[in-house]
């Protein structure tokens, strides 16, 4: 059951204050406190903290600096809030009270104005009729004789529900809220090719809605190959900024796969960083996402980073020339399995100790197999100190992230 938001101190929802606006993100359970870091060095802004999101106010000329956010999903900005709406009794009463709630206490004219300026739409936002679209032809057909006609803004409404107090579905709630926004604006629902994505969350007491300023999540951007175990770049991006990487710092994914880490970090920092993989296959995935990063992202220039093919066991690396490690270890499920990594984890963490520089080196590992990890620190504690541990979801398995640190001793050099 989702927490109530705390927007105290929040002005964005204010109905006089039309210059803040107040933006609620998602991001990965467990990097929320990443997430709040990440708003608050890149946006100036504080966030509050709730279980798989933050919240936080931002003037309404600068949200779409919002899309540029690493460790987030998807961005909404609030339009509407109660903390308690006091639901009536039967089903009826209480979807009119919340056809009523959107229909009267929401602040449309500002959270439409914050979601033209995010998505550029140049469509008629206010028709005066409801247009039918099935006589008008499918939005966005290139061969529809109406596209010199400013296509009508299409929307869905979406209904998300936590609680057991509601004698209503979450369907009842999309089909006559969505209505009476209908009956309001005159647009046109289009459940797939939508334009507008408006959402409003029902917890037990608490209701509040939304407008999705991403109907792409931010997640689809620096992968352009995938693998079978592709990390989503927000959970990489999260491990990066666990790292709190210096300037000029080399930086190592032992374990790369499509190169999501690497691909994510060299964004994010002036950092150098190198991505190693045994696989064949998965080595040319991490090519090809590299090379095509610049024209995908708009970037001015290829990011400073590398991919090599090789086992990890066996470093092809100086003694001491890499400062940190980001990896997402092998969970023993869709690849290879816990039995594999009972061995696989120690002898990793050996191999690297002899690359990483002794004491200040540290690493940071993501793994769904907890127990070989306790159990391969048993094994390496000479070389690695266990300092931190993070709980997180990663596709609906309870994941680990561990940042261990390099101790003062090295193991024998490979040429000794």
């Known amino acids: 059951m989702a927490e109530p938001l705390d927007l105290a101190g929040l002005t964005g929802l204010e109905p006089d204050n039309k210059k803040v606006c107040t933006i609620e993100a998602s991001c990965v359970t467990g990097f929320e406190p990443m997430a709040a870091e990440e708003v608050s060095n890149k946006l100036g802004c504080e966030a509050k903290v709730h279980r798989g999101r933050v919240v936080f106010d931002i003037d309404v000329g600068r949200v779409k600096e919002v899309l540029k956010l690493r460790i987030v999903n998807t961005v909404w900005v609030m339009v509407g809030h109660t903390p308690d709406i006091e639901y009536p009794g039967t089903e009826e009463e209480q979807l009119v009270k919340l056809q009523d709630f959107a229909d009267k206490n929401l602040d449309w004219d500002k959270g439409l104005e914050v979601w033209r300026t995010v998505t550029g739409f140049q469509g008629e936002m206010y028709p005066t009729e409801l247009v039918d679209m099935r006589q008008e032809g499918e939005v966005g057909n290139e061969s529809s004789p109406k596209m010199a006609k400013l296509s009508p803004l299409t929307f869905r409404c979406t209904c998300y529900r936590s609680g057991t107090n509601h004698e209503f579905r979450s369907t009842e709630v999309q089909k006559l809220v969505g209505g009476r926004v209908q009956e309001k604006f005159n647009w046109p629902v289009s459940c ?126 100086r003694d001491n020339s890499v400062d940190v490690i980001i990896t997402d270890l092998p969970f023993g499920k869709r690849s290879g399995s816990k039995a594999d990594n009972r061995v696989l984890y120690p002898r990793t963490l050996l191999s690297m100790a002899r690359v990483v520089r002794p004491n200040t080196g540290r690493a940071v590992l993501l793994t769904q197999d907890k127990r070989s990890m306790f159990v391969c620190f048993k094994q390496v504690e000479k070389y690695w100190k266990h300092t931190k541990q993070i709980s997180t979801n990663i596709g609906g398995l309870t994941a680990l992230v561990f940042l261990i640190s390099r101790t003062g001793e090295s193991p024998p050099s490979k040429s000794s």
């Open 192 to 317: 797939k090719k939508y334009d507008l994505e408006f959402v409003m969350n029902c917890d037990v007491k608490q209701v509040y809605c939304c407008i999705n300023l991403t109907n792409i999540s931010l997640f689809n951007r620096t992968v352009t190959y995938f693998g079978p175990c592709t990390l989503r770049p927000p959970i990489s991006a999260s491990l990066v900024m666990l790292a709190k990487l210096q300037v000029g710092e080399v930086v190592l994914d032992p374990m790369c796969g499509g190169g999501t880490i690497s691909l994510e970090g060299c964004q994010m920092g002036p950092q150098y960083h190198i991505g190693g993989e045994i696989h064949s296959m998965a080595i040319n995935r991490s090519k090809d996402n590299y090379l095509a990063l610049k024209s995908k992202n708009n970037l001015p220039s290829q990011p400073p980073a590398d991919f090599f093919q090789w086992d990890c066991l066996v470093p092809c690396l």
